[in-house]
């Protein structure tokens, strides 16, 4: 009987450890067909641009030309990290060549970058922020990519990826990787959310957690409170609502990925409001809000941005930017009632005093 026992525990364990990204691609799709197999080698491709990414923020702080800033500033007028500038050219290096990807398309780059040679057979397109939370990166706090797949659309004869401008329910697949205390990839294609750790041994991501479900509430709450007075009085109303109630507490680390793997597993809320002066706030639709969008849903969270589901915002331009309230549903109602008690509020008739 001990023996049997024994015999199962080490099937197991042996089965769990072969449980790469890519065979785990296949099992979620339960086909060999071109698209499986297509979606599989695309995943298979960002996990090694993680791997890669990985192993230079390993060494970040022994190598020149590593961390700070490069003296430029990118499409959107931010400055630009010397990892950002890496991380985003491994991505292109990664899928030059694979016969899979025509273009790419990332918040560093005004306009997406075109792979000639694959784009006669490649029908994606891969979107995605190379490092997010990249001030991060010269104080070795965490850090993370994210990114989603979607399927091309014509031929984009302008070079101008319009048909990208559509709704997050477009996107094939999305998820991120987490640079921390070890290396992470947590992806979705529509059947559930699953997490894989990169053992260094073998140089794989192998399965450690299948069918993520986020907690429908969650103690945890995840803004930068920094900005209080920038918000617009909904969002301050729901801060000095947790901070006169009992159960909250709050996390922020600057950093989207590592904020939202916490919420993910333990849940809870993050906030990215916009202010009084830029009511579109700052993350960007395409690489950053609909991708987390995508995974929180398959999670059984919500993403929000205050007033509208993020999966059904049509951004009018690549870089277009959203407000953002995404978790636990819960937790993502409790913010949204705020909003919705001022707009009520707003919406009432002024009544003088006869």
């Known amino acids: 009987m001990v023996d049997t026992y024994q015999s199962l525990v080490r099937e197991y364990a042996l089965d769990r450890d072969c449980t790469t990204l890519s065979r785990h691609v296949l099992q979620q799709l339960q086909s060999f067909s071109p698209d499986a197999q297509d979606l599989s080698a695309l995943l298979t491709r960002i996990a090694l641009a993680g791997k890669l990414i990985a192993r230079h923020l390993s060494r970040a702080g022994l190598m020149e030309g590593v961390l700070g800033f490069t003296g ?7 400055a630009v990290k010397k990892m950002d500038v890496y991380a985003n050219e491994v991505f292109i290096s990664v899928f030059k060549q694979s016969g899979l990807v025509c273009r790419l398309a990332s918040e560093e780059m005004e306009k997406p970058y075109y ?3 694959n784009c006669p057979i490649g029908r994606y397109t891969l979107l995605y922020d190379p490092i997010d939370g990249s001030s991060n990166v010269d104080i070795n706090i965490n850090v993370g990519s994210i990114f989603a797949i979607r399927q091309q659309e014509g031929i984009d004869a302008d070079g101008s990826g319009s048909d990208l401008l559509q709704d997050g329910h ?12 070890s290396t992470m990839l947590v992806y979705s294609i529509g059947k559930g959310v699953h997490a894989f750790t990169l053992d260094p041994s073998l140089g794989e991501f192998i399965l450690s957690n299948e069918n993520i479900t986020v907690p429908d509430h969650g103690a945890i709450y995840s803004v930068n409170e920094g900005n209080f007075w920038q918000w617009e009085e909904s969002y301050r109303d729901y801060i000095r609502y947790v901070h006169r109630h009992e159960g909250y507490t709050a996390r922020y680390g600057g950093a989207m990925v590592g904020d939202f793997h916490r919420i993910l597993f333990q849940g809870g809320v993050f906030l990215y409001p916009g202010t009084l002066k830029k009511p579109e706030g700052k993350l960007r639709l ?11 849903e398959q999670a059984g969270g919500r993403a929000s941005t205050g007033t509208q589901e993020i999966l059904e915002v049509i951004p009018d331009h690549l870089h277009a930017r959203s407000p953002l309230i995404i978790g636990s549903r819960e937790d993502v109602a409790l913010v949204e009632s705020f909003i919705q008690e001022r707009a009520r509020e707003l919406q009432q008739p002024v009544i003088l005093n006869p």
């Open 72 to 78: 430029t500033e990118n499409v959107q007028g931010e």
């Open 115 to 117: 792979i000639p040679e």
């Open 170 to 181: 477009q996107q094939l697949a999305a998820g991120y990787i987490l640079y921390g205390p």
């Open 286 to 296: 395409l690489y950053e809000s609909a991708p987390m969008a995508f995974l929180i």
